[in-house]
């Protein structure tokens, strides 16, 4: 599976972007996530959207701001960011867990199979 995320940019704080993330393939059952890292930083979870029945769940910073979405059509899943603040500066990384069953909501970068380039995010203040 290939992941191909874009949309990345800079902007003013209070300012919005969308990220997107292609995949060039899908499974029956499997999560797509977003996670973001800084320099010295570890690797951190910023949502997921299950793909089979569209579940979500974001980190706690951005929950109410961001938003994930997703085109079944055209296996792409979005990450609408609002009301962005200088804290979410950041390299964007998408992600997918392929799941062979049902399975609860994973947050651990570990956890992931597949990954696509990071996009850059640059919220100045």
């Known amino acids: 599976v290939q992941l191909q995320a874009s949309g990345g940019g800079s902007v003013q704080a209070g300012g919005s972007l969308r990220l997107s993330c292609a995949a060039s393939a899908t499974f029956s059952q499997y999560h797509m996530g977003w996670f973001r890292q800084t320099p010295g930083k570890e690797r951190e979870f910023v949502g997921v959207?299950?793909?089979?029945?569209?579940?979500?769940d974001y980190e706690d910073s951005v929950r109410g701001r961001f938003t994930i979405s997703r085109d079944n059509a055209e296996n792409t899943m979005y990450l609408q960011m609002n009301s962005l603040k200088p804290e979410d500066t950041a390299v964007y990384y998408c992600?997918?867990?392929?799941?062979?069953?049902?399975?609860?909501?994973?947050?651990?970068?570990?956890?992931?199979?597949?990954w696509g380039r990071g996009t850059l995010v640059t919220v100045s203040s």
């Open positions: 959207i299950t793909w089979r029945d569209g579940k979500k």
């Open positions: 992600a997918v867990r392929a799941n062979s069953r049902p399975t609860p909501i994973k947050r651990t970068p570990s956890d992931y199979d597949y």
